[in-house]
């Protein structure tokens, strides 16, 4: 089992920048996927990026690609989201999840059983 708690959320003006951060603890955090999803009030909880376990492969939705870079570093136990140029429609709170599958089997949430308890990033226009 790995724990996860999130760190690095606040308020930002939109064009701004945040930095998210995700420090695991437990079981080797190495040897997981990881992904960030988010979710906004009232809306379901989606898909942001993943990365596999060794850091050489990453996933974006379309939404987020260009602007967001997910990367970890196994050493520190540490994965992050580098957010850029954020939207108002980037407001959510944000979770980091880790999951033992591969891709393909990394864009949704079921696939991922264990969260952090989330950060919330909010972008005011």
């Known amino acids: 089992q790995v724990q996860l708690g999130e760190s690095g959320g606040g308020l930002v003006q939109a064009g701004g920048s945040l930095r998210l951060s995700c420090a695991a603890s437990?079981?080797?955090?190495?040897?997981?996927?990881m992904g960030w999803f988010r979710q906004a009030p009232g809306k379901e909880r989606e898909f942001v990026a993943a990365?596999?376990?060794?850091?050489?492969?990453?996933y974006y939705a379309g939404s987020v690609k260009g602007r967001f870079t997910i990367s970890r570093d196994n050493a520190k136990n540490t994965l992050y989201l580098q957010m850029n140029s954020l939207k108002p429609e980037d407001t959510a709170v944000y979770y980091c999840?880790?999951?033992?599958?591969?891709?393909?089997?990394?864009?949704?949430?079921?696939?991922?059983?264990?969260w952090g308890q989330g950060t919330q990033v909010t972008v005011s226009s």
């Open positions: 999840a880790a999951s033992s599958h591969a891709p393909p089997r990394v864009f949704t949430p079921h696939e991922y059983p264990y």
């Open positions: 437990g079981r080797t955090f190495s040897s997981y996927a």
């Open positions: 990365i596999t376990w060794i850091g050489s492969t990453t």
